[in-house]
């Protein structure tokens, strides 16, 4: 069964500090993306990689990073963590332009 | 409207009946996706429908795909209350890796 994985459900950090949302894979999927869902919005994608140490910026990327050292794994970094980042966080995979698998999500509130 | 919207955006249907949702895209694309997010959860996968296919079936799920009006449908035959849920339809601009995601359809099917 096919599976993504996030590093946390829930996550409260305080306004400036540094947060990593880890995601991993384990589909051998080339490209992996991250995206912030808020009520009323839906998804907006925030960065895409579609190979290792290869990242796009998607529609929203400021305030945020992100690093895949390793096919598997995508990291996304809010480098200063502020209140309008708080969000849900969904990470997913894909092959080519095919199916996209999501994982549980993570539940971000920056306090 | 946004690519990928969905219409209406929200639908509340009694179990057994039939549940009809709408998207509308922009761009050419090579396929339109359709899927199922449960509250608070990630995103699952339903259907895929290729940019040559007109219709697809998947048990009780029947997806439509007209690329002359740039829009698809979701029917779900006989609903059930497990099938109260947002339902979301993307697009893959040709040539891209982004997907592009409504705003959602969001369903509630009461027993």
């Known amino acids: 069964d096919v599976k993504v994985t996030q590093s946390s459900r829930y996550l409260v950090k305080r306004t400036g500090e540094k947060v990593f949302l880890e995601c991993v894979q384990d589909?051998?999927?080339?490209?992996m993306f991250w995206y912030r869902q808020d009520p009323g919005l839906g998804l907006r994608l925030i960065y895409f990689?579609?190979?290792?140490?290869?990242?796009e910026k998607g529609d929203i990327p400021e305030g945020y990073s992100v690093s895949r050292e390793k096919k598997e794994r995508f990291s996304l970094i809010l480098e200063s963590a502020s209140t309008n980042q708080t969000s849900m966080y969904l990470c997913?995979?894909?092959?080519?332009?095919?199916?996209?698998?999501f994982g549980p999500g993570t539940r971000l509130l920056v306090l | 409207s946004q690519q990928g919207e969905e219409d209406p955006q929200a639908l509340s249907i009694q179990e057994g009946e039939n549940a009809t949702m709408n998207c509308s895209y922009k761009?050419?694309?090579?396929?339109l996706q359709w899927y199922r997010q449960n509250s608070g959860r990630g995103l699952v996968h339903l259907i895929l429908i290729r940019s040559n296919e007109r219709e697809k079936h998947s048990g009780r799920l029947r997806v439509t795909l007209d690329t002359s009006k740039k829009s698809s449908s979701l029917l779900i035959t006989a609903s059930r209350a497990a099938d109260t849920a947002s339902y979301f339809c993307a697009t893959i601009e040709v040539g891209t890796y982004k997907y592009i995601f409504g705003t959602g359809t969001r369903l509630k099917v009461l027993a």
């Open positions: 997913a995979s894909s092959r080519a332009q095919e199916t996209q698998y």
């Open positions: 990689s579609y190979d290792v140490k290869m990242k």
């Open positions: 761009t050419s694309i090579n396929n």
């Open positions: 589909m051998d999927h080339e490209n």
